[in-house]
Structures are given as C-alpha cells and as structure tokens.
C-alpha cells in the first residue's frame, strides 16, 4: 500500500503564508513527478505546481508570483509555499505523485485525501 499524507493547511488571513507538505509512505521503489492540485467549491479540480525528481517545476500562471514548490526526495515528501494569499486561493489542496511500488510495476499516479486552506479576515 502507498499513502500520501497531506498536512499543514488552516485558516489564514489575507496576505497570509501557509507551507503545505505531502509525505509518500509505503511500498514505494521510485516517485517520478509529486505536485499539488486545488479544487475550490463548486469548481472543478486544478492544477496548481508539479515537480520533478531532478527539481523541475511548473507552476500555474495564477500563483506563480506567490507559490513555490519543493520536494526532499529523501524524505518522499512535497512542500508547497504559498505567500500573499488570497480568498481566491480558499480550497482543498491535494498532492499527487507518479509512485512505482516495484521495479517490475509500471507508474501509478496515486492521491492524498486532501487539506483545507481557507484565507478570510
């Protein structure tokens, strides 16, 4: 079994920080690519950063002047940074990760059960 463990969200204020982590537990013989993903209510889910193993990201256009993205790939966990938030950036953020259990498996894109960040004064 593979588990992604999401921690670190709350409620915050408007210009406020939060650091989210994910970290990857279980049988796991590689992760390729971890990132994050949103879904606000009512809307549908969105991507928000992805990363690399080598420590390549693509960040959305909409926080991309706010967010960061990093990993410890020793650890198996994903952080995501977000600065200056905004009641835009209120939703359940979730964490996925391209995870090979063993060298024989092909990847498998596994979830975690998601946190909710919630920005208002």
């Known amino acids: 079994q593979v588990q992604l463990v999401e921690s670190g969200g709350g409620l915050v204020q408007p210009g406020g920080s939060l650091r989210l982590s994910c970290a990857a537990s279980?049988?796991?013989?590689?992760?390729?690519?971890m990132g994050w993903y949103r879904q606000a209510p009512g809307k549908e889910r969105e991507l928000v950063a992805t990363i690399t193993v080598e420590g390549s990201t693509n960040i959305a256009d909409s926080v991309k002047d706010r967010f960061t993205v990093s990993r410890d790939n020793a650890k198996k966990t994903v952080f995501l940074q977000m600065n200056s938030l905004n009641s835009e950036d209120t939703a359940v953020y979730y964490c996925?990760?391209?995870?090979?259990?063993?060298?024989?498996?092909?990847?498998?894109?596994?979830w975690g059960q998601g946190t909710q960040v919630t920005v208002s004064s």
């Open positions: 996925n990760a391209d995870i090979k259990r063993v060298s024989w498996m092909r990847m498998s894109t596994y």
């Open positions: 279980g049988s796991i013989f590689r992760i390729n690519d």
